[in-house]
């Protein structure tokens, strides 16, 4: 697994987001989490879905929606900083109770609450990305870590065309 940006232990930590260019102006709403759940939230929970690098925030969506529907519908980067790096609880992959959570497939009730608790715990939470086992996601409660995160930038994504291939 890569290893944790050096900028954890002091300086600056940034985080990454892709949304729907509709959704840019609320990026840090929580609400598809709020409604849905997500791999490491309940539904009812506002966690805000980001990475600690924009290619993984790209990959994190594409897995969902596709390289198809990011080529071809307008989506909205974000990029900021978390002003609290000490805020920062990062979960190692030996942290996970249960070692399957680390791979894809359907969240369990069980992994959304150990999610739930940590959230409810800290500003930021730093998991292990299922999509890329060798990068890091970055999940946050905006009412929590209000204050704690800032200097926000937003720009209209591109994605090289190249990656939406035509099936064969």
């Given at each position: 697994m890569t290893?944790l940006?050096?900028?954890?232990?002091?300086g600056?930590?940034?985080?990454?987001r892709?949304?729907?260019a509709r959704?840019?102006?609320?990026w840090?709403?929580?609400?598809?989490?709020f409604?849905?759940g997500g791999?490491?939230?309940s539904?009812?929970?506002?966690?805000v879905y980001c990475?600690?690098?924009p290619?993984?925030?790209?990959?994190e969506v594409a897995?969902h929606?596709?390289?198809?529907?990011?080529?071809?519908?307008a989506?909205?980067?974000?990029r900021f900083?978390v002003?609290?790096?000490?805020a920062?609880?990062?979960?190692q992959p030996?942290?996970?109770?249960?070692?399957?959570?680390?791979?894809?497939g359907?969240?369990s009730?069980?992994?959304?609450q150990f999610?739930?608790?940590?959230l409810?715990?800290?500003k930021f939470v730093?998991f292990?990305?299922?999509?890329s086992?060798?990068s890091w996601?970055?999940?946050f409660?905006?009412?929590?870590?209000a204050?704690a995160?800032?200097?926000?930038e937003q720009?209209?994504?591109?994605?090289?065309?190249r990656l939406h291939?035509?099936?064969?």
């Amino acid at each position: 697994m890569t290893p944790l940006p050096a900028i954890l232990g002091g300086g600056e930590l940034t985080g990454w987001r892709l949304d729907l260019a509709r959704h840019g102006a609320t990026w840090d709403s929580g609400e598809g989490a709020f409604l849905s759940g997500g791999r490491w939230n309940s539904p009812g929970v506002r966690a805000v879905y980001c990475a600690l690098d924009p290619a993984t925030a790209i990959l994190e969506v594409a897995v969902h929606k596709t390289f198809r529907i990011l080529d071809t519908v307008a989506h909205t980067l974000t990029r900021f900083t978390v002003l609290e790096p000490a805020a920062v609880h990062v979960v190692q992959p030996s942290d996970v109770p249960n070692p399957n959570w680390l791979h894809p497939g359907i969240p369990s009730p069980g992994q959304r609450q150990f999610g739930d608790d940590l959230l409810a715990r800290h500003k930021f939470v730093v998991f292990p990305s299922v999509v890329s086992s060798h990068s890091w996601n970055l999940l946050f409660v905006a009412s929590l870590a209000a204050g704690a995160y800032g200097d926000v930038e937003q720009e209209r994504f591109a994605l090289d065309p190249r990656l939406h291939t035509a099936a064969p």
